[in-house]
């Protein structure tokens, strides 16, 4: 059973540095894709970013592009997001998901929601 652990969060002022971690068990499949989502109250689950696991290919929603560095590191099956110049906005439950493929069309990750994965959740906020 696949199980995905997120750790990190808390709060920081605007313009600040985070960084996030999961780590990802029970994988049999040796390539397959790692992100993160985002959900803050009010407003639908945005995509942050994601990295291909068995490849060196990552990705980034416009919004954070030159602000957040996705990681990973295969052997393992971790990865990592380490924010930068952190925005108020950017204040939001952040959650790991994997699926089997980083299909990325018109800058959006194409998770298949029905067959992904699921970490709990940690939560970032960036104070003024």
């Known amino acids: 059973q696949v199980k995905l652990m997120e750790s990190g969060g808390g709060s920081v002022q605007a313009g600040g540095s985070l960084s996030l971690s999961c780590a990802a068990s029970?994988?049999?499949?040796?390539?397959?894709?790692m992100g993160w989502f985002r959900q803050a109250p009010g407003k639908e689950r945005e995509w942050v970013a994601a990295?291909?696991?068995?490849?060196?290919?990552?990705y980034y929603a416009d919004r954070v592009k030159g602000r957040f560095i996705i990681s990973s590191d295969s052997a393992k099956k971790t990865i990592d997001l380490q924010m930068n110049s952190l925005k108020v906005e950017d204040t939001a439950m952040y959650f790991c998901?994997?699926?089997?493929?980083?299909?990325?069309?018109?800058?959006?990750?194409?998770?298949?929601?029905?067959?992904?994965?699921w970490g709990l959740g940690t939560q970032v906020t960036v104070s003024s």
């Open positions: 029970g994988v049999i499949a040796s390539s397959f894709c």
């Open positions: 990295a291909q696991i068995g490849g060196d290919s990552t």
């Open positions: 998901a994997a699926d089997r493929e980083c299909t990325v069309i018109a800058g959006h990750w194409a998770i298949a929601t029905a067959a992904s994965h």
